[in-house]
């Protein structure tokens, strides 16, 4: 079935671009997610790209989808004591309405 | 209040008693899901609903029971509770949403129930 990946955790220091990687497995995604979840929250959605794109900033954020090799990554530029969170990666094909999400990767930020 | 809730948001109980976690939305999503949270294992997806009375089993469904009989409500029943079953649950529904480039699906989540079984 379809899959995805993350490392668990990530540590930068403060003012430092942190990257948070996803590979997944579904050939057919539609749509890729990044959602972030802060301490004793529910998730929120981050931002998301769809599958024919390559490339989507939005302020601070950068995602890159290379869709060959299946590989997502969520760029924070000037990554800030706010940033700290469980980042989820999660991707859905066109003909589900379910989301599959990735374990989670925990970013810490160290002064 | 709009948008998706939980109730409660904490709970202590025991093993082998029932308990039934509330989930509530407003926007009317036609999908629903319950998923539960634990260190190590992420999201795991316990049951979900595409509409009133069509619910389906997710990845860890065993010892879970749900129903929903209205479009808004989807209570999560633990029948004999377990310690195994400490967990934080998320409640969320999923609906279009318009983008740029046409229209994705986006998942909102409550804000969950931490439930511990002792």
């Known amino acids: 079935g379809e899959d995805v990946e993350q490392s668990l955790f990530l540590s930068v220091r403060e003012g430092d671009s942190s990257v948070i990687n996803c590979t997944y497995t579904d050939s057919s995604s539609t749509y890729l997610y990044w959602y972030k979840q802060e301490p004793g929250a529910g998730l929120q959605l981050l931002t998301y790209i769809f599958s024919n794109m390559d490339m989507k900033q939005d302020q601070r954020l950068t995602v890159l989808l290379n869709k060959k090799d299946k590989h997502l990554s969520l760029r924070i530029a000037d990554t800030q004591t706010g940033d700290s969170a469980i980042y989820f990666c999660?991707?859905?094909?066109?003909?589900?309405?379910?989301?599959?999400f990735g374990s989670g990767t925990r970013l810490s930020i160290r002064p | 209040d709009a948008g998706i809730t939980q109730s409660p948001r904490y709970k202590i109980t025991e093993t082998g008693r029932q308990v039934t976690l509330m989930c509530h939305q407003t926007?009317?999503?036609?999908?629903m899901f319950w998923y539960r949270q634990d260190l190590g294992h992420g999201l795991r997806l316990i049951y979900y609903?595409?509409?009133?009375?069509?619910?389906d089993k997710g990845e860890v469904p065993d010892g879970y029971v749900v129903s929903r009989s209205k479009t808004e409500n989807f209570p999560l029943t633990l029948e004999s509770a377990t310690r195994s079953q400490t967990s934080v649950y998320f409640c969320?529904?999923?609906?279009?949403?318009?983008?740029?480039?046409?229209?994705?699906?986006?998942?909102?989540f409550g804000p969950g129930t931490r439930l511990t079984v002792l």
């Open positions: 999660a991707e859905t094909s066109s003909s589900a309405s379910k989301i599959i």
């Open positions: 969320a529904s999923s609906g279009p949403v318009s983008g740029r480039k046409g229209s994705y699906n986006e998942q909102f």
């Open positions: 926007w009317s999503h036609s999908y």
């Open positions: 609903s595409a509409a009133a009375d069509i619910t």
